[in-house]
């Protein structure tokens, strides 16, 4: 089963990104992806029940994630725990780069990492090459909740790869997914930490599936090995019963 792990839905006003449940399907289908884990888009006014709506629309083809803001919404330990409880969330994504806040930020991050911890929820954030949020800004996060698993979305962009490594090779608890990452970047995380720290993301709509599963055929020569990071790791972090 393929399960990518990181694609945005919604219609957020006065934007021009946009990615309806219907769009994405048409997407997965025509790329032959199983399931997809949703969230919205990164504009502050993100909204958590449309992503809600669609999983319950499609609950065999999305697994839904909340967007969490610490500075957008107040009260935003209260907040999550009410949506993950209500609309069954299974997992938490969080935009430093978008929401001004960095993730060297412990005390800002804390409601939103003692929430994942007590529903043991993964948490996916981004990374890129902004100050806020390049890979060793990672590190306090992870040392300070071991016990909640950190996605690393886009693994630093193709320039900070090497660096994204590291920074996992330092904390067991990070996982690093290849939305922008070259077929070399996604090869070298594979040789130096393992498939099973390694997932498919494609950050939909800006990317194509097609091309994410061309870089793993390309990259990864082990077939077991690219069967786990097409889906087999997201399915054992999010329990999934398949």
């Known amino acids: 089963m393929?399960?990518?792990?990181?694609?945005?839905?919604g219609e957020p006003w006065g934007t021009r990104d946009r990615q309806t449940p219907q769009e994405l399907l048409h997407r997965m289908d025509r790329a032959g992806i199983d399931m997809a884990v949703v969230f919205p888009f990164r504009y502050e006014n993100y909204d958590n029940r449309y992503t809600y709506e669609a999983v319950k629309a499609h609950p065999d083809r999305f697994i839904g994630f909340a967007m969490a803001a610490p500075w957008v919404r107040p009260g935003i330990k209260e907040t999550l725990r009410r949506e993950i409880e209500e609309y069954g969330f299974k997992g938490i994504k969080i935009h430093a780069n978008a929401h001004s806040f960095k993730m060297t930020a412990v005390i800002t991050l804390a409601d939103?990492?003692?929430?994942?911890?007590?529903?043991d929820l993964p948490?996916?954030?981004?990374s890129g090459d902004e100050l806020v949020a390049v890979p060793h800004t990672f590190i306090p996060i992870a040392q300070a909740y071991p016990d909640v698993k950190i996605i690393m979305a886009h693994s630093g962009f193709m320039q900070n790869t090497p660096e994204a490594i590291s920074v996992?090779?330092?904390c067991?608890?990070?996982?690093?997914a290849h939305e922008s990452g070259i077929s070399?970047?996604?090869g070298q995380s594979v040789r130096e930490l393992?498939?099973?720290?390694?997932?498919m993301g494609t950050d939909s709509p800006y990317w194509d599936f097609e091309v994410q599963l061309k870089k793993i055929e390309v990259a990864v020569p082990?077939?077991?090995d690219r069967q786990k990071i097409k889906g087999g790791n997201i399915a054992k972090i999010l329990k999934l019963n398949l």
């Open 2 to 9: 393929i399960i990518d792990c990181h694609n945005h839905i």
């Open 112 to 119: 939103i990492f003692d929430v994942a911890r007590e529903y």
């Open 123 to 126: 948490v996916i954030a981004y």
């Open 168 to 170: 996992a090779k330092q």
């Open 172 to 176: 067991p608890n990070i996982y690093l």
């Open 184 to 186: 070399g970047g996604l």
């Open 194 to 199: 393992g498939a099973e720290r390694v997932l």
């Open 222 to 224: 082990d077939e077991q």
